[in-house]
């Protein structure tokens, strides 16, 4: 492991960021807010480059995962060598103990201090492959376009079920363009995440590995390749499981606290639903899981209970054809 002269804790705005760098003795460095842009970027490093034996090579920075708004850091730190550890802003909240008020100040110094006490951790930032980064906007934008969409129909459902068909006529002239707009840029951001797909061969080759497993669609297997960074940020299946909220975890203590097993409602709810509904595919087909299922549910267990259970098994599955690179073979014999 690198051995850090300076750790640099960002609070990241969306105009600007608040900065705390702190020595190996977390002693206060350098305090500064600057804009979230190229600008403030080049007067964070004109800063930098005057704290002794300063070294972009033996410094980490730590942010809080925000989204776009990490980019003006990313996109000027990173092509210039900087160690940059994006992390989740609930683990570093669970990480952090007791804390009274909130300024961006005090959260940049927490940052930091979090940086130097847990840098054993660390998970260096590094690029997606650009095909990946692509589809994942493509699939943000396909996202909000079907919300958009669902807004306009449910309505209509809504006014037809009341009976209110008055309305129903005027929403449909006032929204009808709009709708047919929608649904045609619907279909031109999925020809388009289809031409990404196919100018890739290797995650074409890693989205036709997880659609030979029985229950998991085109859908599923693409956003499991999205959150996963192309199962470049996962390689353990368990850990998978726990950030797909699917892992179970026990619920006791001492002699008084004897919960019943459960999943954590700390995960990634889209992939979660997402697995879900490939395991009701695969209970729904003829085939092991779907006796598995039968088996269990008529030896007492809670169907919910199965289900999760076909989820987990669905992370682990994904993860071995991942790592064998061959295709999952279906063995059933009734």
Same mark, same amino acid.
């Given at each position: 492991?690198?051995?850090?002269?300076?750790?640099?804790?960002?609070?990241?705005?969306?105009?600007?960021?608040?900065?705390?760098?702190?020595?190996?003795?977390?002693?206060?460095?350098?305090?500064?807010?600057?804009?979230?842009?190229?600008?403030?970027?080049?007067?964070?490093?004109?800063?930098?480059?005057?704290?002794?034996?300063?070294?972009?090579?033996?410094?980490?920075? $730590?942010?809080? @995962?925000?989204?776009?708004? $990490?980019?003006?850091?990313?996109?000027?730190?990173?092509?210039?060598?900087?160690?940059?550890?994006?992390?989740?802003?609930? @683990?570093?909240?669970?990480?952090?103990?007791?804390?009274?008020?909130?300024?961006?100040?005090?959260?940049?110094?927490?940052?930091?201090?979090?940086?130097?006490?847990?840098?054993?951790?660390?998970?260096?930032?590094?690029?997606?492959?650009?095909?990946?980064?692509?589809?994942?906007?493509?699939?943000?934008?396909?996202?909000?376009?079907?919300?958009?969409?669902?807004?306009?129909?449910?309505?209509?459902?809504?006014?037809?079920?009341?009976?209110?068909?008055?309305?129903?006529?005027?929403?449909?002239?006032?929204?009808?363009?709009?709708?047919?707009?929608?649904?045609?840029?619907?279909?031109?951001?999925?020809?388009?995440?289809? $031409?990404?797909?196919?100018?890739?061969?290797?995650?074409?080759?890693?989205?036709?590995?997880?659609?030979?497993?029985?229950?998991?669609?085109?859908?599923?297997?693409?956003?499991?390749?999205?959150?996963?960074?192309?199962?470049?940020?996962?390689?353990?299946?368990?850990?998978?499981?726990?950030?797909?909220?699917?892992?179970?975890?026990?619920?006791?203590?001492?002699?008084?606290?004897?919960?019943?097993?459960?999943?954590?409602?700390?995960?990634?709810?889209?992939?979660? @639903?997402?697995?879900?509904?490939?395991?009701?595919?695969?209970?729904?087909?003829?085939?092991?899981?779907?006796?598995?299922?039968?088996?269990?549910?008529?030896?007492?267990?809670?169907?919910?209970?199965?289900?999760?259970?076909?989820?987990?098994?669905?992370?682990?599955?994904?993860?071995?054809?991942?790592?064998?690179?061959?295709?999952?073979?279906?063995?059933?014999?009734?």
């Amino acid at each position: 492991m690198i051995a850090y002269n300076y750790f640099i804790g960002t609070d990241i705005g969306k105009t600007t960021n608040a900065i705390c760098v702190i020595d190996q003795l977390e002693n206060r460095k350098l305090e500064l807010t600057i804009p979230n842009s190229k600008t403030g970027m080049e007067t964070l490093l004109k800063q930098l480059n005057k704290l002794p034996d300063f070294r972009l090579e033996t410094t980490l920075f $730590c942010m809080e @995962h925000t989204g776009i708004y $990490c980019q003006p850091m990313v996109n000027f730190f990173y092509p210039i060598g900087a160690n940059l550890w994006l992390q989740s802003a609930v @683990h570093i909240k669970h990480s952090l103990g007791l804390k009274r008020g909130k300024t961006d100040k005090a959260d940049a110094r927490l940052i930091a201090k979090y940086c130097i006490r847990h840098q054993r951790d660390q998970r260096l930032f590094r690029l997606t492959d650009k095909a990946l980064s692509t589809i994942r906007q493509l699939v943000q934008q396909r996202e909000r376009l079907m919300e958009m969409a669902k807004a306009f129909t449910d309505l209509s459902q809504d006014y037809q079920a009341m009976g209110l068909l008055a309305e129903l006529k005027l929403h449909e002239q006032t929204s009808g363009v709009a709708l047919a707009a929608l649904r045609k840029q619907l279909k031109l951001v999925e020809t388009q995440i289809e $031409c990404h797909i196919k100018a890739s061969p290797e995650l074409k080759t890693n989205l036709d590995l997880l659609m030979s497993i029985p229950g998991v669609g085109r859908q599923t297997a693409l956003f499991m390749l999205i959150f996963t960074g192309n199962f470049t940020r996962f390689t353990d299946p368990k850990k998978l499981a726990s950030y797909a909220g699917v892992a179970p975890f026990a619920y006791e203590s001492g002699t008084s606290v004897r919960g019943r097993t459960k999943v954590s409602q700390m995960a990634n709810t889209k992939l979660k @639903h997402l697995l879900h509904m490939a395991a009701l595919a695969a209970v729904k087909a003829k085939g092991e899981l779907r006796d598995y299922f039968e088996r269990k549910v008529a030896a007492g267990k809670r169907k919910m209970s199965v289900y999760n259970a076909i989820r987990n098994k669905l992370v682990h599955r994904m993860v071995s054809v991942m790592d064998r690179r061959t295709a999952y073979t279906v063995v059933y014999i009734k």
